[in-house]
């Protein structure tokens, strides 16, 4: 494995992959691996010839009272667990790389960036598209690997990526779960003993919703409800959204169908999770008399 830190360098070693037709996988992550990470990882390395993990901590995406100065950074630890997983290239550029003194340019997918946690983070899916643009730009993969715990990521980087024609393939990995079902994360460090403990409550809410529709509920609002009280009954956690929207679009969902996600964000103390379960329902057929 390699560790680069230029553009100049990561672009004259993978030129020289790409003429001896060799493919590349791409796995932006801002650090401090989990298994999450490691799977995104294993699954670039078997579809490609050559897997890039790129580490930056990106500060246009944290908002002024968000965790950016203690968000947790081991490059050691990282690069160890890189290493485990026979990864070519570790990608570390610094501050002045991606964002020299003259930047001035900005990526804003509207709408959807405003939906779910966009309302409650403005500006947020702005500096995730604008730094994962420019690392695809200096990477230029054939595929890139998104993890579906980060579904408005997700969705908001398949819309960038295509409004602006890029030629990258997004490949998309399940998220990964702790034993209790609590979906893998770096923040999950933050949370104390108890709350790591009542943290499971939310797979077990999206479990039970899940479980809801496939028996038949077709109301978002109940759907909801159900989620809000299996939330609040069996944590101290603070809701901040439970959604029920259309996977592709975020848009609100009046009635069940098609291919939904449930979306939800809690606070357990000072520690805000995020996680979703997707599912997907036959549309109705039309009668045509």
Known sequence: MRIVKTINQLRTILGEARRQGQTI?????????????????????????????????????????????????????????????????????????VYPKSYLTYIDVEKISQLLCGRFRPGHFKGVATV??????????????????????????????????????????????EADGLAMSSRNQY????????????????????????????????IKAAIRSVIKNGSSGKIQYVQC??????????????????ALAVFFGKTRLIDNVSIRLHEPKQNKN
């Open 25 to 97: 996988g791409f796995v932006p992550t801002m650090g401090y691996f989990h298994q999450g990470h490691l799977s995104l990882m294993h699954q670039a390395k078997k579809d490609n010839d050559l897997c890039v993990v790129s580490i930056y901590v990106n500060p246009i995406q944290f908002g002024p009272k968000e965790d950016f100065k203690k968000y947790p950074r081991n490059l050691r630890r990282d690069s160890t667990m890189a290493k485990k997983e026979n990864i070519d290239i570790l990608f570390v550029p610094s501050d002045n790389i």
């Open 132 to 177: 994962v643009a420019k690392l695809v730009n200096m990477v230029g993969p054939d595929v890139m690997y998104l993890g579906q715990k980060d579904a408005q990521q997700v969705a908001v980087l398949k819309t960038m990526l295509g409004d602006l024609n890029f030629s990258v393939k997004v490949k998309i990995v399940d998220t990964q779960r």
């Open 191 to 222: 949370l104390s003993p108890d709350q790591r403990q009542e943290a499971a409550v939310l797979y077990r809410a999206l479990s039970q919703a899940r479980k809801m529709i496939k028996a038949g509920e077709m109301s978002p609002a109940k």
């Open 245 to 262: 929207v259309n996977a592709d679009t975020l848009q609100d969902l009046k009635c069940l169908g098609g291919n939904i996600l449930i």
